[in-house]
């Protein structure tokens, strides 16, 4: 039976239970599908025990974003945590996390310039104050990550590595729809016609896959080219297109090393994310640890 945990105090008296055991944890904000449950799956093969949690975190939305829309479903949830094999479910609210205004404030500069972290300032201050607070709370022993999210995953990493956190990070790989779009909570947001036109946000990332592969090594030449596909096939605005070194996320003037390919559109009620960890070669990388 899955255990439903709504307090600190509670998941410390867990903890205790469970001393000897490794802690697989898989943090998430709800309305889980696929992509997170390949998450749980992977972390229950290399834990003892898999602990998820589910929050909305208040302090990585902008005040123009969608934090009082984002879509929420704990019933439906905890079943299909349950269900895949979750044996702690951590959902506090927002008062057992921030009981009062935060007297210290965490800022990352490395990995924030660039990609989201351009148009979304304070989203990643926000997630790493609250995945510090996460992992103190939870203690994990590996702490399992999605790559579709992967300037997280790479902030995530800096904070862990220059902040010494006793945990290992994973990095998993994009689950999608059977049509290349990456599978996501936010996908709801979508009108008929946009989930028909955001499958282009894949096709353009292999698009420029493909150039990679040809042995293009120049990334303006690649990211040129995506723009135009994303231009011709669909009505969203392109956020951005860019090509990065990984997980540094340092711009490059030729391919040499591991590199993301990364795309952000706006909807209209939605905004998409999705990228490509390729090698030099242009071969795609799965996990990262
Ligand atoms: P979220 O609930 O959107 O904050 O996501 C929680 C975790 O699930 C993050 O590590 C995400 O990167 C991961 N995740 C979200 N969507 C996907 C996906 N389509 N494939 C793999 N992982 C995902």
Known sequence: MMKIIRSIHEMKEQLEINKSKQIGFVPTMGFLHEGHLSLVKQANQENDIVIMSIFVNPLQFGPNEDFDRYPRNEQQDAKIAEETGVDILFIPDVREMYPEQMGISMTIEKGTN?????????????????LTKLFHIVEPTRAYFGLKDAQQFAVVNTLVNELNFPLKLVGLPTIRETDGLAKSSRNVN???????????????????????????????????????????????????VELLSFPQLEEMTHINETIILAVAVQFGRARLIDNIILDCNGQQIDRIE
């Open 114 to 130: 660039v990609l989201c972290g351009k148009s979304r300032p304070g989203h990643f201050d926000g997630v790493i104050t609250v």
């Open 190 to 240: 979508l009108s008929p016609e946009e989930r028909k036109e955001a499958t282009s946000i894949y096709s353009s990332l292999k698009v420029g896959q493909k150039i990679i592969v040809d042995g293009i090594k120049n990334p303006d030449t690649i990211i040129n080219e995506v723009k135009n596909y994303l231009q011709k096939s669909t009505t969203a605005t392109i956020d951005y």
